[in-house]
């Protein structure tokens, strides 16, 4: 991407490259399984009207607190507390630009400014947004072995931080060709999976089951939506740990 059409730093959010990349299909159908509605913010949302999704069924949400070491979201306060109020369980992510600072220095990061964790039942872990580098090369000016390496870094830091595994918020393209398919983190971190589509589709390498899905990015009052694979306990449940 040449540096004219990147967009200001600091201005990437979950799931900005998903369209472009992956595509866009219908909204997945009803289903019987149990799944619990959630949101992700940003600065792109601004003051969020918690009580109204509430009354919606959003029951969770997650907030952007930081990129980078350089940018933490203005909006972060008033997302972050008013979900909380409001009565929904939710967690911060950090969105990582692997070449700007090394993994375990961008984890001190978000965890010095909103990214850490809380034993009181409805702080989730903090997630790790990796994904298309909305400021140039896809994969960072990375090889997959380096990615792996910046990401592992990350996640290692964060558990020394905080004591939790971060979820990956990853897209099952991306991972292949930034990671070259790795598969040693399936077993620790929760995976988020982006797909705008009628189902979660192939998880990357690693994963059996996903543990939340974003699903579109057009749904009602903040546009993007996602559905945790479980009932509200299970939500409960990753927050206490």
């Known amino acids: 991407m040449p540096w004219w059409d990147a967009p200001p730093r600091g201005s990437a959010y979950l799931g900005m490259g998903v369209i472009a990349h992956d595509g866009q299909g219908p909204l997945p159908p009803d289903s019987r399984a149990v799944q619990t509605e959630g949101v992700d913010v940003s600065s792109h949302q601004g003051n969020v009207d918690w009580p109204a999704l509430w009354d919606s069924g959003v029951k969770w949400a997650y907030v952007k607190a930081t990129e980078g070491t350089y940018y933490r979201n203005p909006y972060y306060s008033q997302q972050y507390s008013g979900s909380y109020t409001t009565g929904m369980i939710r967690g911060a992510y950090h969105f990582a630009t692997p070449d700007t600072t090394s993994g375990s220095v961008q984890a001190d990061y978000f965890v010095d400014h909103g990214g850490g964790w809380s034993r009181d039942g409805r702080t ?28 592992r870094e990350f996640l290692d830091r964060y558990r020394t931080r905080t004591g939790r595994d971060a979820v990956i918020y990853t897209a099952t393209s991306w991972w292949t060709q930034c990671t070259g398919g790795y598969a040693g983190f399936g077993a620790a971190n ?25 699903y579109t990015s057009s749904g009602p009052l903040v546009g993007d939506h996602n559905r945790f694979n479980g009932a509200l306990e299970r939500v409960t449940a990753l927050a206490t740990g």
């Open 190 to 214: 929760p995976l988020w999976l982006p797909r705008y589509n009628t189902s979660p589709g192939p998880l990357p390498a690693g994963w059996s089951v996903h543990t939340m899905w974003q």
């Open 124 to 151: 989730l872990p903090g997630a790790l947004d990796i994904e298309w580098n909305p400021y140039g090369d896809t994969c960072y000016g990375r090889t997959p072995t380096q990615m792996v390496s910046w990401i």
